[in-house]
């Protein structure tokens, strides 16, 4: 989660690096997604799930509102955006 919470400061700093990276990023995303959502039903991990759940969306927020990505929008991301 700390690693979230670093590329959600990068973002805001330097923006137009992780734009450039924006593909790989989101790829990563869909995975740590889909892996956690699993982890939701079992009782002894749901909770670190949901923080991280939590952290992944508070990037893609970010990401969101990056004035750089809504000028030139990144398919994958608008599909991981939309699924």
Do not use: C, G, W
């Amino acid at each position: 989660m700390l690693t979230l919470h670093i590329l959600a400061k990068l973002t805001q700093k330097a923006n137009v690096i992780v734009i450039s990276r924006i593909e790989n990023i989101v790829a990563a995303f869909e995975k740590l997604f889909q892996s956690n959502l699993k982890l939701i039903s079992q009782k002894q991990s749901q909770e670190r799930a949901m923080n991280i759940i939590r952290a992944v969306l508070r990037v893609v927020y970010t990401f969101q509102t990056s004035a750089e990505l809504q000028e030139t929008p990144v398919p994958r991301f608008s599909d991981f955006l939309k699924n």
